[in-house]
């Protein structure tokens, strides 16, 4: 029996005025949906099976699109809802290093985002900058708030950040409603 080469993993993508939830086909080898959204040699992603509404106050109408072609740079957060365990062979080419958590919030002209951002022990999340290097950056433990209107919240495990579009990032607050009141 042979094995599949593909994978499929079930995410969303918000951007600036649509919010797109569909199936990501990936290589089987390959691993996270951050990795993919880092890969700088594709500039477009397919998502199948797309549900898509605007953001704001049309939200209500969904659209239905077999597949949509997203500019990689248009996606701000990307959300997987399911975790695909990395392949044997995968798992054996990634480096493992113990991380901690650090508290942050990223600021964006139209959301705030507040999870966990993880670095090395050790690493001083003052002097690491998130907003350097990588465009996208994994959050855990994350919420995303949408400010034009803020009852639109998104809760998740993973919430990946498109760095590139931050407007700053600031270590040690947590800027979720409920604790800056």
């Known amino acids: 029996m042979v094995e599949s080469a593909w994978a499929s993993l079930h995410v969303?993508?918000?951007t600036e005025g649509f919010c797109m939830a569909g199936?990501?086909?990936?290589?089987?080898?390959?691993?996270?949906?951050v990795d993919v959204l880092n890969f700088r040699g594709e500039?477009?992603?397919?998502?199948?099976?797309?549900?898509?509404?605007?953001?704001?106050s049309e939200s209500d109408k969904v659209f239905n699109w077999p597949m949509a072609h997203i500019r990689?740079?248009?996606i701000i957060l990307a959300i997987p809802h399911e975790h695909r365990l990395?392949?044997?062979?995968?798992?054996t080419r990634l480096e493992h290093v113990a991380k901690e958590p650090h508290r942050v919030s990223f600021l964006m002209p139209a959301?705030?985002?507040?999870?966990?951002?993880?670095?090395?022990?050790?690493?001083?999340i003052n002097v690491a900058s998130p907003i350097r290097g990588l465009d996208f950056v994994p959050?855990?433990?994350?919420?995303?708030?949408y400010l034009p209107d803020p009852t639109i919240v998104w809760r998740a495990g993973?919430?990946?950040?498109?760095?590139?579009?931050?407007?700053?990032c600031c270590p040690g607050l947590d800027l979720s409603p409920q604790q800056s009141s």
């Open 86 to 91: 990395l392949s044997a062979e995968a798992q």
């Open 72 to 74: 990689r740079d248009a």
């Open 43 to 56: 500039h477009v992603i397919v998502l199948h099976e797309v549900e898509a509404r605007r953001l704001g």
């Open 23 to 33: 199936r990501l086909d990936l290589p089987g080898a390959q691993g996270r949906l």
């Open 139 to 145: 959050l855990t433990d994350a919420e995303a708030i």
């Open 111 to 124: 959301f705030t985002i507040v999870g966990n951002l993880h670095l090395a022990k050790g690493v001083d």
């Open 12 to 14: 969303e993508f918000i």
């Open 158 to 168: 993973v919430i990946i950040v498109n760095a590139a579009q931050a407007e700053a």
